[in-house]
């Protein structure tokens, strides 16, 4: 009976065995044949803005590599929450890609008590194709041309300034509370419900500063509008060379935007992998390179592997900053 126990033991063994093997070939099989029909990109924002064109380059540069049609879809509402959401709950077949943010991935799951996705834990990175920084701006009002002045011109005015923002709970109203917990600083928050009417109420003297997209301001800063005295990124930005970072005058400060392409979790490693090398090479284009220095960003490749231990090292900066702000939305 021992030794029939024991075959019986063995048999179910090597029968889970062969099974295993045979969903492991087929599994491989479905990934070297992917694609077999129309991928779709999941842009959490309106057609027009950054996202959305970075969706379409990525879209024109998957549909040459892979010979199949690739479609943007957006799916706009609640800070990118909807479409990010949306994502999550797909079919992890690689048939269906999101467009991740900073503000996405980042941003509202420390920010929003009532989300419908886990950031960390429902999707595969796929890549970060660009980074952007925020801008640090003065209106008219403010006669500061450089950090080290406007530091002692908000502290000699303690309180009495104002700073705009495109929301409450966005980069740019974070990226100011960054500033105060840096310098020991304090201004007045106005929130407004975008970066255009940010920087309108910066040019006419409404508010005092803002730091905010770069892709909005630096025009405005070119035209003489409203004066730049910085970006937020770690390095100078390529986009506008001769101004400092943040970091020069406070070290440590960084803040950097990006926006990339994520899949839901379990999608296959392969198809992971074999989309990250298409965008790898188109990335390191000149044409894509210099579309993105055009709208304030510059092209800056990690692969999955990267991609996941950076926004893991960003989530506990951001969560210090989100608390200190007393942010919290449902």
């Not at 129309?38 to 959490?44: D, H, R």
């Not at 479609?71 to 999101?98: C, K």
């Not at 109203?173 to 020991?184: K, P």
Request: charged share 15%; hydrophobic share 45%.
């Amino acid at each position: 009976m021992e030794a029939c126990g024991f075959f019986l033991f063995f048999w179910r063994c090597a029968a889970f065995a062969a099974a295993a093997l045979v969903a492991s070939a087929v599994a491989a099989r479905a990934d070297e044949n992917w694609p077999q029909r129309p991928i779709t990109i999941v842009v959490p924002f309106q057609a027009g803005g950054s996202a959305d064109l970075l969706g379409r380059i990525a879209q024109k540069h998957l549909e040459a590599a892979l010979h199949t049609p690739v479609v943007v879809e957006n799916r706009s509402g609640a800070g990118g929450s909807i479409g990010t959401a949306y994502v999550a709950r797909a079919a992890a077949d690689g048939y269906t890609l999101g467009l991740g943010t900073f503000s996405t991935n980042i941003l509202n799951p420390l920010i929003y008590s009532k989300l419908s996705y886990d950031a960390e834990r429902d999707f595969e990175p796929v890549a970060i194709l660009v980074r952007f920084p925020n801008l640090l701006v003065v209106g008219p009002n403010v006669p500061a041309k450089t950090v080290p002045e406007l530091i002692t011109y908000i502290r000699a005015h303690d309180g009495a300034l104002n700073y705009g923002s495109s929301g409450i709970g966005t980069s740019s109203h974070l990226s100011v509370v960054m500033f105060e917990l840096a310098t020991g600083a304090h201004m007045a928050h106005v929130p407004f419900r975008s970066t255009s009417d940010d920087v309108t109420s910066l040019m006419n003297g409404s508010i005092d500063l803002a730091i905010d997209s770069m892709t909005t301001l630096w025009p405005q800063a070119q035209a003489g509008a409203i004066r730049a005295l910085a970006v937020t990124s770690e390095q100078r930005s390529a986009a506008a060379p001769d101004l400092p970072t943040i970091g020069e005058t406070l070290p440590g400060y960084a803040v950097t935007a990006w926006q990339g392409l994520m899949a839901p979790k379990g999608t296959p490693r392969p198809i992971v992998e074999r989309i990250a090398a298409v965008l790898r090479g188109s990335f390191a284009s000149p044409e894509v390179a210099d579309a993105m220095i055009k709208l304030g960003g510059e092209a800056a490749f990690m692969g999955p592997d990267e991609f996941g231990a950076y926004v893991k090292s960003e989530m506990p900066k951001w969560r210090d900053v989100v608390r200190a702000s007393g942010v919290h939305l449902d």
